[in-house]
């Protein structure tokens, strides 16, 4: 006899997005590394996505690593999305765009109110309300940049994309007569 209905396969489960944990370290390593071989993204070494592992989200499906993308602090205030990859056999699922809205929670979350994107493809950030702009901007890539070329890693040159995170909430606002409102956020 048939149940009136049917469970989900695993397959057509969406994935987990989540803080990254030690357990990925490896299978973060796999996905940049795929992309840096072609010259697509700065490679990292196993080492330091083990160090930066809190500043990394990811995308599970079933007990694989799917997608990732990484939150690089230069300020208090300033940090670039950076390490987004996505599975080759996931492509077009929306998992780069979980994976950034991830990060922008992270960045969010540590009060973080500007963050940037360098990219090959204008669609992607475009589409995510990020704005153009020039990587001038942040000296201190630059500098990270001219680091990475004087140790010899070939740098290819991307589009840079811009966005202000707005808080997520604010506080409430106490009117005169002491009767807590919530506060009007400002377009």
């Not at 196993?46 to 599970?60: G, L």
């Not at 990020?130 to 740098?155: C, F, H, Q, W």
């Not at 966005?163 to 106490?174: G, I």
Request: charged letters at 25%; one cysteine or more.
């Amino acid at each position: 006899m048939a149940l009136p209905f049917s469970s989900q396969s695993e397959q057509s489960r969406r994935p987990v997005v989540r803080p990254a944990n030690r357990g990925d370290v490896d299978a973060i390593l796999e996905l940049v590394s795929s992309y840096a071989a072609e010259g697509l993204m700065l490679p990292r070494t196993r080492e330091q996505i083990a160090m930066n592992i809190d500043n990394y989200v990811v995308a599970i499906s079933g007990c694989r690593v799917v997608a990732c993308a990484a939150l690089d602090e230069y300020s208090p205030s300033l940090a670039e999305v950076s390490s987004v990859a996505v599975a080759r056999s996931e492509h077009g699922k929306g998992l780069g765009t979980d994976v950034v809205l991830g990060v922008e929670r992270l960045a969010r979350a540590r009060d973080i109110n500007e963050i940037f994107a360098l990219s090959l493809s204008d669609r992607f950030f475009l589409s995510m309300d990020y704005a153009p702009t020039s990587i001038s901007r942040y000296p201190e890539k630059l500098a990270r940049y001219d680091r990475l070329s004087n140790d010899g890693v070939e740098i290819v040159p991307k589009r840079c994309f811009q966005k202000v995170l707005e808080n997520s909430w604010q506080a409430p606002v106490l009117m005169p007569d002491h009767q807590p409102e919530r506060a009007l956020r400002a377009s």
